[in-house]
């Protein structure tokens, strides 16, 4: 069975730095992502890496965010820095094949982590 399981939510102040991370289990990933949903609004794709350690970013969290992974341990990381309040909301991981920001393209999901950061 292939599951994905996020960890590393908080709460935190503008300005401060969080790391999540995701385990997947059952399956090598190709691509791990994350993908982040606010109150309201649609699910954005944030930052993916393949096992090369090509990696892709949304324009919002460039220079701030930065995705990394362990290929051995099948896990992937987003150390996210200089945190605004508009980077509030669940942060999801997702596994797939392709390097891509469509989220139709990742067969697998874990079931999120909440990310809140106050002014």
């Known amino acids: 069975q292939v599951r994905l399981a996020e960890s590393g939510g908080g709460l935190v102040q503008a300005g401060d730095s969080l790391r999540l991370s995701c385990a997947a289990f059952?399956?090598?990933?190709?691509?791990m992502s994350w993908f982040r949903q606010a109150p309201g609004k649609e699910q954005e794709f944030v930052a993916a890496?393949?096992?090369?350690?090509?990696?892709a970013y949304a324009d919002s969290v460039k220079g701030r965010f930065t995705i990394s992974r362990s290929n051995a341990n099948n896990v992937s990381y987003l150390q996210m820095s200089s945190l605004k309040p508009e980077d509030t909301a669940v942060y999801y991981c997702?596994?797939?094949?392709?390097?891509?920001?469509?989220?139709?393209?990742?067969?697998?999901w874990g079931l999120g982590t909440q990310v809140t950061v106050s002014s």
């Open positions: 890496i393949n096992r090369n350690g090509d990696t």
């Open positions: 997702a596994g797939g094949s392709l390097l891509t920001s469509r989220r139709g393209e990742y067969a697998y």
């Open positions: 059952g399956r090598n990933m190709i691509v």
